[in-house]
């Protein structure tokens, strides 16, 4: 591919010092394990708002929409749109009720409001098993990346990963946040100028590249199933509303007001930003761009419509855009880790950054032994919306539900993900397990109802 790699390395690496300097700046505020995973609590809108849009627009979002894209067209502005409603769910109810509760972690609804430690320790297991299969695929996505635009150098890659793990871990949540305002507004000017390159060069006009995009989903409409179109809106819009690092960010938050105006705001950016790499892959199918093995369409369209100079920023964007991804993953594992089991609560601020640390160099060593993980990244998805999204969401919304209804619920959520995947069913798969996790939490509702109406007999 030809992109200027002198330029690609060092605006990597100077980004990545800057960020390693706020790191470390942020180090100095965090006196305990609250202030590290929580910011202490003190976090505004604008900054709440960028850390939003930088954790969600990830390389999924950016390179996988360009790809889908090519093929169905504007219909894939439905993967954004979920994301969108995700948010504002969050800002219209879930989050209010999470900020109120004050918690530290999402798993701890499990024992303020069923009052089982059991069930949060195996809910925030749930949790960092999704979140680390989604950091481990971030690793490999920038491994092929970079393989992808023609560098290979495992010693860069290592030192790369290498900072963003050392500022990761340095300053908590804090360092996560400020480093997410840098990255994020770095990568929104990179597309944004490469977008107007791009507008400014095609070989055909910019309407008929909006009619073309209107023509391949109209092609294949009848080709996108159902099940698709169900993950691609339900999945980001459910996981969104269980998910630490979601969580922790309106924990940290100042105020409830915060929280809806960040969530709200996010929502609009990220489908505004979302159709530039829609944009650029409806503009290859119209052009007739081809990529080959490896190669990325964005990135092919974006060389083809600017100069090896713009091309090595927007690799280099692209890359943010995976870190500030990578980077909440990370400390919401830690947290999910050093506030949901006892040993690890009771620890010094020193273990928690090298908690922090370790799942890193786990997941780099993971990392080595994944190619494509996509499968198991969908799979770990619908394993924690199955189980844990009925027992949260029923925990927020009711006054005192109990314990045996959360374990009906997650054992039919974990029944139903394991059995219609060997069951044949035209309805989506999530859908049915969500239903069968519904069942359950309504039959350990009624069975609790029925101890203590026998109790009451008894008397």
Avoid at 418 to 423: A, N, S
Wanted: net charge positive; with cysteine; hydrophobic share 55%.
């Amino acid at each position: 591919m030809l992109i200027h790699l002198p330029l690609f390395i060092a605006a990597l690496l100077a980004s990545q010092l800057l960020c390693l300097w706020i790191g470390r700046k942020s180090s100095h505020t965090s006196s305990s394990q609250e202030d590290y995973f929580l910011a202490k609590r003190t976090v505004r809108f604008f900054p709440l708002m960028m850390t939003f849009v930088a954790t969600q627009i990830g390389g999924g979002l950016v390179l996988g929409a360009a790809d889908e894209a090519y093929i169905y067209g504007w219909s894939v502005l439905c993967y954004p749109l979920g994301m969108a409603l995700g948010f504002i769910l969050l800002g219209l109810g879930v989050g209010k009720k999470l900020y109120a509760l004050h918690l530290g972690t999402i798993a701890q609804i499990f024992e303020v409001k069923y009052h089982s430690t059991t069930l949060r320790k195996i809910a925030s297991t749930l949790s960092m098993f999704s979140l680390f299969m989604i950091f481990v695929a971030q690793i490999v996505a920038s491994k092929k990346f970079m393989l992808a635009i023609g560098f290979h150098n495992p010693l860069f890659f290592y030192v790369f990963w290498g900072i963003v793990i050392l500022y990761t871990s340095l300053g908590g949540l804090k360092a996560v946040i400020s480093t997410d305002i840098v990255q994020a507004l770095a990568f929104i000017a990179i597309f944004l100028v490469c977008l107007g390159f791009a507008v400014c060069n095609l070989s055909i006009p910019l309407p008929a590249i909006f009619d073309h995009g209107v023509q391949l989903t109209l092609t294949h409409m009848a080709s996108l199933q159902s099940q698709k179109l169900f993950g691609w809106i339900c999945m980001p819009l459910l996981f969104m509303l269980i998910e630490q690092d979601m969580g922790q960010r309106c924990f940290a938050a100042d105020s409830y007001k915060t929280v809806v105006k960040s969530t709200l705001t996010s929502a609009v950016i990220i489908l505004l930003f979302a159709c530039i790499p829609i944009f650029f892959g409806i503009s290859a199918s119209a052009t007739h761009v081809t990529s080959l093995g490896s190669e990325s369409i964005l990135m092919k369209v974006v060389q083809l419509t600017s100069n090896p100079y713009c091309s090595a920023l927007f690799a280099c964007g692209i890359l943010l855009i995976i870190i500030s991804t990578a980077d909440a993953l990370l400390n919401a594992i830690a947290s999910n880790l050093s506030l949901d089991f006892p040993f690890f609560h009771k620890q010094p601020l020193k273990i928690s950054k090298m908690i922090t640390i370790g799942i890193a160099c786990l997941g780099i060593w993971f990392s080595c032994y994944f190619q494509n993980i996509v499968d198991v990244l969908i799979q770990s998805y619908e394993l924690s919306i199955s189980c844990l999204l009925i027992p949260i969401m029923m925990a927020l919304f009711q006054k005192k539900p109990s314990p045996s209804s959360a374990i009906g619920s997650m054992v039919g959520g974990l029944v139903g993900f394991v059995l219609f995947r060997c069951v044949p069913h035209t309805l989506p798969k999530e859908f049915l397990s969500l239903l069968l996790s519904a069942l359950g939490f309504a039959f350990g509702s009624l069975t609790s109802r029925y101890a203590i109406l026998s109790q009451k007999s008894l008397r």
